[in-house]
């Protein structure tokens, strides 16, 4: 590892955008392949048992994301062959990582259960929003400082795996002693990264807002689909955030 300072936490912000900026087509084209498999295909009725195996699959895609900001910040091409080539020997142990991520989001739905369903219950048959906001604000509070560890461990620890061999229960290990030993930088980068993505968020609000008072008709219509980019965008960013403090924070990703 290597002495990152709070400075870094800005540059970090910059070039995850820039690398986006690199690529934008196929940034957003990674994006949408994530959002339609973790978020649009668990959600559909007819499928959701495929919500149990996008969780089992995340960090096999998580290191195709990193992998692809890594190539294009080497300016190297690696064709998906060469990517998956690189991931198959690890397969069993991303998978096993992915169980261990299924099973502690389960023991935190078993945990956060009976306030989520009375939140669901007050947010239908309570029309005064204030109410609603007073009971969301201390539940979303628990459940991410209960997800803030699984977060840690699973930040860096599938691409320590793959790139860096290590085994599983050490990729863990040094994922969560990575963020602690650098979560101020980490902290402020995430702080700065989540500003911007609502002031981002906020900003196309406006616009549709504006554009929808002329164009009443297309509204609706107009403002899923800014909202939808925008998302899109946000995740790219996000990937190469992902990748860039992995890059900084352990120095032998220089060299894979």
């Known amino acids: 590892m290597k002495k990152i300072t709070f400075r870094d936490s800005i540059r970090w912000n910059k070039e995850s955008f ?27 009725p007819m499928v959701q048992v495929f919500s149990i195996a996008s969780i089992l699959i995340w960090p096999i895609f998580l290191v195709f994301a990193v992998n692809f900001y890594k190539i294009h910040d080497k300016n190297k091409a690696e064709k998906f ?16 990582l992915g169980l261990i991520c299924l099973t502690y989001a389960g023991l935190v739905t078993i945990v956060l259960n009976s306030e989520m369903q009375e939140f ?8 005064e929003l204030v109410s609603v906001i007073n009971n969301f604000v201390p539940m979303i509070g628990k459940l991410i400082l209960l997800l803030l560890p699984l977060l840690m461990a699973t930040w860096f620890s599938p691409m320590l795996i793959v790139y860096n061999h290590y085994s599983l229960f050490k990729s ?28 981002f968020m906020l900003s196309c609000g ?19 689909a800014i909202i939808f980019f925008a998302l899109l965008v ?9 990748y ?4 900084d924070i352990f120095k032998s990703a220089r060299s894979y």
């Open 172 to 199: 863990i290990k040094s994922s969560i002693a990575g963020c602690l030993m650098y979560i101020a930088p980490l902290g402020l980068s995430w702080l700065i990264f989540s500003t911007t993505a609502i002031l």
């Open 234 to 242: 946000i995740t790219s960013v996000m990937f190469a955030l992902q």
């Open 18 to 44: 820039t690398l986006f900026k690199k690529t934008p087509n196929q940034s957003l084209m990674l994006s949408l392949a994530y959002l339609f498999i973790f978020m649009l295909l668990p959600s559909m």
């Open 120 to 127: 669901i219950k007050l947010s239908e048959n309570n029309n």
């Open 244 to 247: 860039i403090s992995y890059r």
């Open 206 to 224: 406006v616009l549709i807002g504006s554009l929808a008072s002329f164009f009443p008709s297309i509204g609706p219509s107009l403002m899923g």
């Open 81 to 96: 062959l060469a990517v998956y080539e690189k991931i198959k020997p690890k397969l069993a142990t991303l998978l096993t």
